[in-house]
């Protein structure tokens, strides 16, 4: 481990084992209007103010937030038995990260009452798509909205951005990849069930090109939305926008399916 890192471990993981520390902190912040946070962090390892903390995590809850409505949803309309009971475990799983984020939340004395006002307005815009193809009972349209794009965009942030987090708090860094590994498993049956509908020709290809191109057009305006959210986790925007194209090229590959976007 890096010097730096070393140093900030010593520094700043303590806050993090104990949040009541940072708890502390956060409402000395908000009573004297000096952000302690920065002044103590001799590196930027961690969003510097409460309120950029706050808004990491919104994006992060609102996107549970998705998840959990949409794997409920798609439970509903899956095509058969298996889906179906799949769809219900991974929405179990979504409901134990929104809690893990809550907890977190909570622990660091910040309400997640107000996260709604942090998310970036084209986040929001994949729960719009996605419910509107829950509501004419879409299930191509809604699995690739979650499964493939918010998951693949959780699982973008979660690899390559936080690095300077995960190198800091051992608490953090496990956190991050029990959701992670959850994340992958989402994806994996998006992929798998497209795949099996291409190849059983079932699929509507003009349809889930539309569908992803739209969720790509609010993911890339939303990374472009929040380089100050991305900054505190180590991600510029252009980055991170190529590294999920790659990402999502990979994905649909994995379908069997290739669209220009
Ligand atoms: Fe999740
Ligand atoms: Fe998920």
Known sequence: MALK?????????????????????????????????????????????????????AHFVAGEEISLYCSMELAKIAPDEAARKYLLIQ?????????????????????????????????????????????????????????????????????YGCMDMRANSDEIAKFMDFVLEDERHHVRFGERRLLRMVEREEIDAAHAEDIFGEMWGHASKAIAEIPDVLDAMGLKPGELTEKARGYYQGRLSNAGLSFAF
């Not at 996260?115 to 996605?130: A, D, E, H």
């Not at 509107?132 to 965009?153: P, Q, S, Y």
Request: hydrophobic share 50%; glycine share 6%.
């Open 5 to 57: 890192n070393r140093l900030a471990k010593l520094i700043i993981d303590p806050a993090f084992r104990k949040p009541a520390l940072l708890k502390f902190i956060f409402a000395l912040d908000d009573l004297t209007g000096i952000d302690l946070v920065r002044a103590l962090a001799p590196v930027k390892i961690m969003p510097a103010s409460a309120e950029l903390f706050q808004r990491c995590f």
């Open 91 to 159: 929405a179990d799983e979504e409901r134990a990260h929104l809690e893990h984020f809550r907890v977190k939340l909570a622990q660091f004395g910040l309400g997640d009452d107000k996260l709604s006002r942090f998310v970036s307005p084209n986040f929001n815009k994949f729960r719009t798509t996605i419910e509107h193809a829950i509501e004419r009972g879409d299930f191509l349209g809604a699995l690739i909205g979650n499964n493939l794009v918010v998951e693949g965009l959780a699982i973008c942030l979660l690899e």
